[in-house]
């Protein structure tokens, strides 16, 4: 419980946020073991935190936050009573007694603001991937946390799924050989992204704050072509289609491969500015790893339409067939393995499917019932990211999804969108340092290139 808050000159926001150990550590404690969460944004992806918790005799939700009363009019009809507010700011400090934890579901932008702000609340954070905008925004969430002690989870679902687990088995069990290739494409952006030029200004609705909208943003006139849905395509709110959908389609390969940071990776994408994202793009990756032919991986990255031309394994008529839009092929020395974005168990299968029966069929009849045995930690929540997270907190523990798996892999995935500002051009990053070895240029992408608003950040708190 905070027992005193001093409030002094908050440091750079570029400088880092420091926080005094709490008490927040210890496990989520209260009547019947059940744990009170807010939510921050209560549409959208806010909204489906609703679903997740359906249900769930474990869990309350205490209060509401969203900028738009149109978005969050859903939950607030059917939680008449709840608490609402429009800043999490005020929430926090009213209701702090009342909240275990935090659920995050906001536009990209004010991920690491919100998440920071209850962090230093002392509150079990919940965030929606991508867990930050920027490199250095994930770096100081993963010090946040550890220092504070709360458990954290990313909203991933694929992590939670068995798809990752399946080809990391299948990989040990010697069933797929030595990993030579990953491929993995989306149709994504399906909102505008593109050499794109700031939107004429609007009234603001009165439903929505859109001050609180903005954030630690700098400010730009409101449109309806940005809020609420199509942020996303822009550079100084959204991660455009890699950022948004790297964090579902490559957790299977970095999870199952232990990936970790590539030596290198070159991108090339169509024209865009400052201000939006491309509208298509793709990126090679070049990983020093175990589990690769001579101790390599390559992954190859493709959004909005671009596909690969060829992969090893697999037929071309596939390739070619429109609906298979979203998919990660990962090419081992014995075989090939497919896998959707989710990382559903059943959407991971060798490839073709026929040959993945025949394995079955094979192992079946040498007394296996399955592939290879299963070795590892399932999750006590497969396809829901939410009540892992609150099983976990409850239980004392971090879920396997938390801000220091998090922050890592969305820095991995980050890093396809600072490639495509020097088309073509080799970069060789440097993790323990946050700066790239032969491109210095680089550097300033791993920050914002907006200076935060820091009335939005929180100051110095002593628990």
């Known amino acids: 419980m905070q027992t005193r808050r001093k409030f002094i000159k908050s440091a750079a926001a570029l400088g880092g946020l420091m926080f005094l150990p709490s008490a927040a550590t210890a496990r989520v404690k209260g009547a019947n073991e059940r744990m009170n969460i807010a939510l921050i944004g209560a549409g959208g992806m806010g909204a489906a935190v609703f679903g997740y918790v359906k249900g769930q005799k474990n869990v309350n939700i205490t ?32 209701l702090d007694r009342d909240i275990d934890g935090v659920c995050v579901s906001t536009p990209d932008h004010m991920h690491y603001a919100q998440s920071a702000w209850a962090i230093a609340k002392g509150k079990h954070v919940f965030c929606q991937k991508p867990l930050t905008r920027t490199i250095w925004e994930a770096e100081e969430l993963k010090r946040l946390a550890a220092e504070a002690g709360v458990f954290t ?13 399946l080809v990391r088995e299948w990989y040990e069990a010697g069933i797929i050989g030595e990993i030579e290739d990953i491929y ?55 991660t455009g289609a890699c950022g948004d959908m790297a964090c579902h389609f490559l957790d299977v390969p970095y999870s199952a491969f232990d990936l970790g940071f590539p030596y290198e990776v070159v991108a090339n994408s169509t024209p865009f500015n400052d201000y939006s994202w491309p509208s298509q793009s793709s990126a090679l990756m070049k990983f020093n790893n175990k589990c690769g032919v001579g101790g390599k991986i390559r992954l190859h990255w493709y959004d909005g339409g671009r596909k ?55 192992a079946k009849k040498a007394g296996k019932t399955t592939i290879a045995e299963q070795k590892y930690e399932r999750s006590t929540n497969p396809g829901n990211p939410v009540m892992e997270w609150v099983n976990a907190c409850i239980a004392g523990k971090n879920p396997q999804g938390n801000f220091s798996y998090a922050a890592p892999f969305t820095e991995m995935c980050l890093l396809n969108m600072i490639a495509i500002n020097f088309p073509n051009q080799p970069l060789h990053y440097v993790p323990s340092k946050m700066k790239f070895a032969n491109c210095p240029e680089a550097d300033k992408y791993v920050r914002s290139l907006y200076d935060f608003n820091q009335e939005y950040l929180p100051k110095k708190i002593t628990f």
Request: hydrophobic share 35%; glycine share 8%.
């Open 63 to 94: 209060a509401l936050c969203d900028v738009d009363t149109v978005r969050a009019a859903k939950g607030l009809k059917a939680n008449p009573y709840l608490p609402f507010f429009k800043d999490y700011r005020v929430m926090l400090d009213r």
């Open 153 to 165: 989870q990313m909203g991933n679902q694929g992590h939670t799924n068995e798809g990752w687990r």
């Open 184 to 238: 993995v494409w989306t149709n994504r952006p399906i909102w505008p992204q593109g050499d794109l030029k700031m939107p004429v200004g609007e009234k603001v609705p009165e439903t929505l704050d859109y001050k609180n909208w903005l954030g630690v943003a700098p400010y730009q006139p409101y449109s309806h072509e940005i809020v609420p849905f199509k942020w996303r395509g822009m550079r100084n709110y959204g």
């Open 308 to 362: 690969p031309k060829a992969i090893k394994g697999v037929d071309e008529a596939f390739l070619k067939d429109k609906r298979n839009a979203n998919c990660t092929f990962i090419v081992g020395t014995k075989c090939t393995v497919h896998t959707n974005e989710y990382g559903a168990p059943a959407a991971t299968y060798v490839y073709p499917k026929q040959k993945m029966r025949e394995m079955l069929i094979s």
